[in-house]
């Protein structure tokens, strides 16, 4: 079989793909353009598309019987995929969950630690030469042991979040969740979302697509507290970036810490100027470890399309 691997992965990714199939490697890291993902869906196999390879309705109307009968999703969001319009042109559709549970969780407490602690600014005036030395009053900043932390959405990456920050910190946790969650791991309340987003800290962690576009809105910011910090680990367009930038603009809220964005690889200068956000480039499952496990669960899922099994992973 022919398969297309959109990136470039790592070493240990490509040996096992290279094993099984005949594999034509993109050697470019940006996305696929409009005329790349209906080649691929023409010309190939099997295709281990991820993030920004957008196969929506319209490149499935284009090419209506695809030779590609797998998109195996490196990673283990999937709102680039329109799986019903995949589904409709027999495309099957699989994903990787659970490989990047506890890297995007620490990537979380991260985020909510450097954004409380102020820890980027203080790395940016050290490097900029403006540290004069220690002092009682400088940079002072929260403290996360005992807060209350509400986290939005409970599923495998909620989980792992709410375990670091009772375990780890003894916070108390509340969350909202669109289904009732009968176990969290830890002990912790279900509430409504205002009240989740009244937390000392507020942590977004549900799946993209169009039911969760900006859910996180200018009501939902509204129900922060003005010492409350907002992390994002989900996906940009769950928020309303320009809500979240007149909401820290204005004051409202006491910072942010951000891994994605809305319209990322673009990132609003409007929040580059602001010394209280904490700005990563989508570092969720940067680890060595995690990246060669993410490709190895969507080998395993291209390896069950080739022998015939049922896929591991099917969306």
Not at 219 to 237: L, Q, S, Y
């Amino acid at each position: 079989m022919r398969l297309l691997i959109t990136r470039p992965m790592p070493d240990k990714v490509l040996a096992a793909a290279r094993a099984r199939f005949d594999v034509t490697l993109r050697d470019s890291d940006a996305v696929l353009t409009g005329d790349e993902l209906r080649a691929a869906l023409r010309e190939y196999d099997v295709v281990m598309p991820t993030l920004g390879d957008r196969f929506q309705a319209d490149v499935f109307v284009d090419v209506p019987a695809p030779r590609a009968k797998l998109l195996a999703n490196f990673g283990v969001g999937y709102n680039h995929i329109d799986v019903g319009a995949a589904k409709a042109a027999g495309v099957a559709v699989t994903n990787t969950p659970g490989a990047v549970t506890d890297a995007t969780a620490d990537i979380a407490l991260s985020l909510m630690l450097m954004t409380a602690r102020r820890l980027g600014e203080g790395e940016r005036m050290l490097r900029a030469g403006r540290w004069a030395g220690w002092a009682p009053t400088q940079m002072l900043g929260q403290h996360m042991s005992g807060k209350t932390v509400g986290i939005i959405g409970m599923g495998r990456i909620g989980k792992a979040i709410a375990r670091r920050c009772h375990y780890g910190f003894g916070m108390e946790v509340m969350f909202h969740n669109r289904s009732v969650v009968a176990d969290a791991g830890v002990p912790a309340r279900q509430v409504p979302m205002e009240q989740a987003m009244g937390a000392d800290f507020v942590v977004v962690a549900v799946p993209g697509g169009a039911g969760t576009h900006h859910l996180i809105d200018a009501a939902a910011f509204a129900a922060m507290k003005p010492t409350g910090i907002f992390v994002n680990i989900a996906r940009g367009d769950v928020v309303d970036e320009a809500a979240l930038i007149a909401t820290l603009q204005a004051g409202r809220i006491a910072g942010a810490g951000l891994d994605v964005y809305e319209f990322e690889p673009k990132v609003p200068a409007a929040l580059m100027e602001l010394e209280n956000v904490t700005l990563l480039p989508h570092l969720g499952t940067a680890a060595l470890e995690v990246r060669e496990n993410m490709g190895m669960m969507a080998v395993d899922n291209l390896v069950a399309h080739l022998e015939g099994r049922d896929l591991p992973n099917r969306v």
